[in-house]
């Protein structure tokens, strides 16, 4: 027997906010309840979609949920009479020339493009910085959907070779690949299973690299991930030829990246366990790799012990490192380290600051140092003793980004960006400090036409939380149906940026806020250790308290507010929606992380109890049981109206989270309004995803968002 859902127990209306419109009822497919039932330190835990989270690849049963899920939110979404214009709009906005940031190597500088509407940007190689471009690699030939992009790439330091990471439907592994410059030629080398790896140049000789050993058939995007390794591919050999660099196999939890400092003096293993940046360190010195002492080879020497500290290598100099660090400084500073004779002697170049310090570069005879003020990018530019502070301007709020380059440029290029402005290319000049526009967009709107305003409201225990609020100008003092951003979590800052999809929701005549809660990065180490672990409820009462604030304020009204969260902002989604169902209008829960007593049973999973507990200790037990957005569904509350978006090849949070918590809130009686789940094919947490996969998903969310909210676009 099928459940069906009503606009409202008499003609199917809308929320008063969006007008009386009448709407077809939605019968929600059958989901077979299951009877696994699990005793968690005392308590019994029912977990009657177990089943769902088997691999939509391999499960036909899961395959046909999917099929028939889908079915039946293509047929609503259809119906909605913003959908058309959000696609056409978003297009619109989308369709652009766009670059990425320049990265010099030899005499040539390698970038991105995308003429507008690709579905994934070209690589373009020119010789000098007026030179001629040439394309180097399209991606848009290798899938016919458009859905295996190109991920990182690195040239070599002389530029005769470049080595670049493939991505194929949205999946976390990657595929090394090498061409030479030169000709363009792809050569034969290709290293499979790197995964959270970067891609670090030897000389011309090879490069380093990280990744797991070869999953099981059929295990690929579901099984947990252990021993991270690092090693040294060496061009026109292959793979199973590869040399190890770097491994713990007593303590396959940990997990190795490799950076080559410029000039190739020295590789730096950077060491972690889980997501939070507590480093070991060790230097393996290159100079000395192929002669026969005792440091040659891949023999490493330990620099920074146990996993306490966030120790981010920047460069080096000589015998010189300099490091970014929270040691002693949960705002960080910039440390030194000279590594001649037997001690090693530490200096403090520059100290911390009220502001949090989010990178540092080497480029010329500079330090730039990037900043966080209050969720904007501040940029300084130090000597190379942090003496000597001068100020970067940029233009008003927003983020800057960037600032690479190697000890000798004359040169650095840096990006800005800000909610009414798309990313615009800037090259500083060292020598003058001056900065010359490298590549600028031309805009389908004017960007004076909106308000971009910071605000600080109050939290459920006095804590000041800041806001961004944008609008348009026009409409300031109105109350207008706004869309609520957050995250909160895992020390990641959430700042200003240009979002086609959500100036298409500004130009409908909406508002969009963008709330800073605990557990990011915005204010350093403190402010993220308020909001994870026992602390992580913090994270959700900012998050209502700033759609208290939205609604108190008049900048939104009573059934006007929306939220949308992905990934940890999923989590985030499905928890306030519980909480508070009674305040949001809608929602939009994106590739969310849904059952917090089995999220580190898959893939990547196991890294996240940094920020949330171990299921398998009874006080994190308790704290997780109390928020997990599965098992606190609470029926018998009228919920606003829900849209899900997961894809079938996250192997970052696997579907199974979203699938599983759709499954509970459609069986839950929780009120008339529609509670959908939308599962993309061949995409996965995000990144490489298609533009026209990327536009459909979000004029389909707008759509929704805009028809219970009140937002009605323009004719």
Do not use: C
């Not at 766009?98 to 690709?118: D, I």
């Amino acid at each position: 027997m099928r459940r069906y859902l009503v606009g409202s127990l008499a003609a199917a209306l809308l929320h008063s906010a969006a007008g009386a419109q009448t709407m077809p009822p939605i019968a929600y497919p059958d989901t077979r309840k299951g009877d696994v039932v699990e005793t968690q330190f005392g308590e019994a835990i029912a977990d009657p979609y177990r089943w769902l989270e088997n691999d939509v690849r391999t499960d036909p049963q899961v395959a046909e949920w999917v099929k028939q899920q889908n079915s039946v939110t293509d047929a609503y979404l259809a119906t909605l009479p913003q959908r058309a214009w959000f696609a056409d709009r978003i297009k619109q906005l989308m369709d652009y020339e766009r670059f990425g940031l320049p990265v010099k190597a030899g005499q040539q500088y390698f970038y991105t493009r995308n003429s507008g509407l690709q579905n994934q940007s070209q690589l373009f190689v020119r010789t000098g910085l007026n030179g001629a471009p040439r394309l180097l690699i399209d991606p848009n030939s290798w899938a016919k959907d458009g859905a295996t992009a190109l991920d990182a790439w690195e040239p070599s330091e002389k530029g005769r070779y470049l080595a670049y990471s493939v991505q194929d439907g949205g999946t976390d592994w990657r595929i090394i690949k090498l061409l030479d410059v030169a000709t363009g030629k792809v050569l034969d080398d290709e290293v499979r299973w790197a995964k959270f790896t970067t891609i670090q140049w030897v000389g011309e000789e090879g490069f380093l690299y990280s990744r797991f050993p070869e999953p099981a058939k059929g295990a690929e995007f579901q099984s947990r991930n252990f021993n991270h390794a690092v090693y040294f591919h060496r061009i026109g050999t292959p793979a199973s030829a590869d040399q190890l660099v770097f491994a713990t196999p007593d303590r396959p939890e940990v997990s190795h990246r490799a950076t080559v400092t410029n000039g190739g003096r020295y590789a730096v293993i950077v060491s972690s366990i889980g997501t939070d940046a507590r480093n070991q360190i060790r230097v393996i010195d290159l100079k000395q790799r192929k002669g026969s002492g005792p440091k040659s080879g891949w023999k490493s020497s330990s620099l920074i012990k146990g996993f306490d500290n966030k120790w981010e290598p920047v460069d080096a100099i000589g015998n010189r490192l300099w490091f970014v660090t929270d040691k002693d400084a949960p705002r960080g500073r910039l440390v030194s380290v000279d590594l001649t004779g037997k001690i090693y002697k530490w200096t403090d170049v520059v100290a911390q600051r009220p502001e949090t310090l989010e990178r540092a570069t080497i480029v010329g005879n500079k330090l730039v140092l990037a900043y966080l003020k209050d969720a904007s990018t501040r940029a300084e530019v130090y000597d190379l003793t942090g003496k000597r502070p001068q100020v970067l301007t940029l233009n008003g709020i927003g983020t800057a980004s960037g600032f690479t380059g190697k000890p000798g440029d004359p040169e650095t290029f840096y990006s800005f960006t800000s909610f009414n402005q798309p990313a615009t290319i800037q090259r500083l000049d060292l020598a003058t400090m001056q900065s010359s526009l490298f590549a600028a967009p031309k805009l389908a709107f004017n960007p004076d036409d909106f308000a971009i305003e910071q605000r600080f409201y109050t939290s459920k225990d006095g804590t000041r939380v800041p806001m961004f609020i944008v609008r348009k100008k026009a409409l300031v003092g109105k109350p207008l149906p706004t869309l609520l951003y957050g995250y909160g979590g895992f020390d990641i800052s959430l700042t200003p940026g240009y979002s086609a999809s959500r100036m298409a929701w500004l130009d409908a005549g909406g508002a969009y806020a963008l709330a800073n809660l605990r557990g990011g990065g915005e204010y350093g180490k403190a402010w993220h250790d308020a909001g994870r672990l026992a602390k992580k409820q913090n994270v959700f009462d900012d998050f209502i308290a700033a759609g208290e604030y939205l609604i108190a304020e008049g900048i939104t009204p009573k059934g006007g507010l929306t939220v949308q969260g992905g990934s940890n902002g999923g989590l985030l989604v499905g928890a306030v929606v519980n909480q508070r169902p009674d305040l949001f209008a809608a929602g939009n829960a994106a590739v969310g992380v849904m059952d917090m007593l089995r999220f580190d049973r898959f893939t990547a999973g196991r890294y996240w109890t940094d920020d949330y507990g171990f299921p398998n200790k009874e006080a994190d037990f308790k704290v997780l049981r109390a928020y997990s957005p599965y098992h606190n569904i609470r029926s018998g509350k009228d919920y606003p109206a829900v849209l899900v978006t997961t894809a079938d090849t996250d192997d970052r949070v696997v579907p199974g989270h979203s699938f599983k918590y759709t499954a509970a809130l459609q069986a839950a009686q929780a009120g008339p309004k529609p509670h959908l789940i939308r599962i993309e094919t061949r995409a996965g947490h995000g990144a490489g995803k298609p533009t026209d996969k990327a536009v459909a998903e979000s004029a389909d969310v707008l759509a929704f968002l805009a028809q219970w909210s009140g937002l009605a676009t323009p004719k």
